[in-house]
């Protein structure tokens, strides 16, 4: 069973604890002082806090507090890792391990950084080297009882942060950095990839996927997330749970023994630049324009599904805008409506901008000869084969006021640029003629789905003409929700 929690609760917990003994205010500490103070901490034999003293603290402190005394209750061998979220620093898994020795546990839980928005992705490598490179931490494998160290890597938080190719290439390049920092440590690294159920949130065909991961990321062992309904797609059945363990088994033999080659420089260059000119107009869409958060709310259920018994966790981590909201219901709101908009807006401005400047060839190189941009491509081909321009103008004209809809022309002229786009480095006429397959899975789906999309919108317009919507009202937009997922295959 793992453990997780957020890497700032854990702040808040140093925080309470270096108040009361009057040590001072860690959350203002450099990050050389805290990774200074919390080394000495775990080097020491005397312990920083009676175990049974009650903090002056909130609920939420007390809560972490208590999650730490009951893993040390019950012993290391019930859990597996413990992920920290949002993790930035070398002090967020030293916080961690303080935490479990503070509470008792003879042994402790190996932890997993997670790094999830693009800032952290690039501060990774710089975060593990600085604790590869602390003598405690070098020794304390010993203590976890492996010989490895795992690292999450977030999908979900990077790609509602700063767009599809941002959020991918961020991650390859950090996964190439991290196996070479474990490399020059002398110590095996186990990455964990925290992949969502929609391609928006890291899912998709997992064969490609794993082929595309860059050399030496994948030794043998990989370690990944299978969510909600993909859950009883790859393992609902015998037959289907035979077939998932032959894909990944294939994939990661192959992987391992024959890593693809890494991509040449004109390779990278191109896809760096397509990175910065994508994030660019996905952030100045989704973080800049202004209204786009009304205009958000008015074409997505997304205020609406907080009232169903959807979900695992709370829409937000915190009051607050798009930044704040989790990457699950931001995913979901939009594949409701059939426009995906998060997984491909800013992949056409990116992709129009090389070929504008004569680089159409090397894109169909990239996409012919790199089983990463081949996967990028393709993922997001097949995401705009099940978006319907049609079923989301009904929802814009339904549902949003009319002082917001230029922001609707900039979106649907992105999506028409990026259908292009991506047909001309495909090569291909049409969206997935090349897997007919999936194509007239497609194609079967979208009919039976339309008048459910189109009573959605009646429904979201009748409830949002009063402030407590009718029970009856809430079951039919529940019902139509639940049918609009399986039509689409993922909820998100």
Request: aromatic share 8%.
């Amino acid at each position: 069973l793992d453990t997780r929690e957020e890497s700032p609760r854990h702040e808040e917990v140093m925080e309470a604890i270096t108040s009361h003994l009057g040590l001072g205010s860690y959350s203002t500490w450099p990050e050389e002082t805290k990774v200074q103070w919390l080394t000495n901490e775990l080097i020491s034999n005397r312990p920083l806090l009676n175990r049974n003293m009650q903090l002056d603290c909130s609920p939420e402190v007390q809560e972490a507090l208590d999650t730490f005394r009951v893993i040390a209750e019950i012993g290391a061998e019930a859990f597996g890792a413990y992920i920290i979220s949002m993790a930035q620093s070398a002090s967020d898994v030293l916080e961690v391990h303080l935490l479990q020795k503070e509470m008792g546990s003879k042994k402790h839980l190996r932890v997993a950084p997670l790094f999830e928005t693009k800032a952290d992705l690039i501060n990774a490598p710089k975060a593990m080297k600085e604790l590869y490179s602390n003598d405690w931490y070098r020794r304390h494998f010993d203590l976890v009882g492996t010989d490895h160290q795992e690292v999450m890597m977030g999908y979900s938080d990077s790609a509602k942060d700063a767009g599809r190719f941002t959020s991918v290439w961020e991650l390859f390049k950090a996964q190439e950095e991290l196996v070479r920092l474990s490399a020059e440590h002398k110590i095996p690294l186990n990455l964990f990839h925290g992949r969502g159920g929609s391609v928006g949130r890291g899912g998709g065909p997992q064969y490609l996927a794993i082929k595309s991961q860059p050399a030496g990321s994948i030794a043998g062992r990989l370690r990944v997330t299978i969510q909600g309904e993909v859950i009883e797609n790859y393992f609902g059945t015998l037959r289907s749970c035979e077939l998932t363990f032959e894909r990944y088994t294939t994939a990661i033999l192959q992987a391992s023994l024959t890593p693809p080659p890494p991509p040449p420089q004109d390779f990278r260059d191109a896809m760096q630049r397509m990175s910065e000119c994508g994030c660019d107009a996905y952030r100045s869409m989704v973080y800049e324009t202004p209204n786009f958060v009304d205009y958000f709310r008015a074409i997505t259920p997304e205020q609406e599904l907080k009232l169903l018994n959807f979900g695992s966790r709370p829409s937000k981590r915190k009051a607050g805008g798009i930044e704040t909201l989790r990457a699950i219901p931001w995913m979901f709101a939009w594949t409701q409506t059939r426009l995906h908009m998060p997984v491909w807006y800013g992949v056409g401005t990116a992709l129009d901008t090389e070929i504008t400047n004569g680089n159409l060839q090397l894109l169909k190189d990239m996409y012919a000869q790199w089983p990463f941009f081949q996967s990028t491509i393709e993922l997001v081909e097949a995401v705009l084969a099940k978006v319907d321009i049609s079923i989301a103008k009904v929802y814009e004209q339904m549902l949003v006021p009319v002082d917001l809809s230029p922001i609707g022309t900039s979106v649907f002229a992105e999506l028409e640029k990026t259908v292009k786009c991506v047909k001309m480095v495909t090569g291909r006429d049409e969206l997935l003629s090349n897997n007919q397959v999936i194509k007239r899975m497609y194609d079967l789906r979208k009919p039976m789905t339309d008048p459910l999309n189109i009573l959605q919108a009646k429904v979201l317009k009748e409830m949002r003409r009063t402030e407590n919507p009718s029970a009856e009202l809430q079951e039919s937009f529940a019902a139509t929700v639940q049918g609009i997922a399986a039509g689409m295959g993922w909820t998100g």
